[in-house]
């Protein structure tokens, strides 16, 4: 699924067309992402991201995932998880040529 919904067809989630369960897990993901990019905007360019690759952004997540599985501190792996999370919307936006 590569295009991106319009506003009509978010409608349509809202009105109970689809399971719940996934508005909820697609405004987690929506909120993770925002509140990484936001941190993330204290260090770095805002729109700096756009100028990588899909690849160098594929690589990161990797990083990420694997920094996961193998911290033991559990707080500290979760943001791993969400910075990786973050790099893979990195990617379907780049995808997406999303302006």
């Not at 399971?19 to 360019?45: F, R």
């Not at 690759?53 to 594929?58: D, E, P, V």
């Amino acid at each position: 699924m590569n295009e991106i919904l319009d506003s009509s067809k978010r409608r349509q989630f809202e009105t109970g067309a689809i399971n719940s369960d996934y508005i909820k897990l697609a405004q987690l993901a929506y909120d993770t992402v925002l509140q990484t990019m936001l941190e993330g905007e204290k260090q770095h360019s805002p729109d700096g991201w756009k100028d990588n690759t899909i690849r160098y952004h594929l690589d990161h997540a990797n990083e990420h995932l694997f920094n996961f599985e193998y911290k033991e501190n559990i707080a500290e792996a979760l943001i791993d998880l969400e910075h990786c999370l973050t790099r893979l919307s990195m990617i379907k936006f780049l995808q997406n040529k999303i302006d």
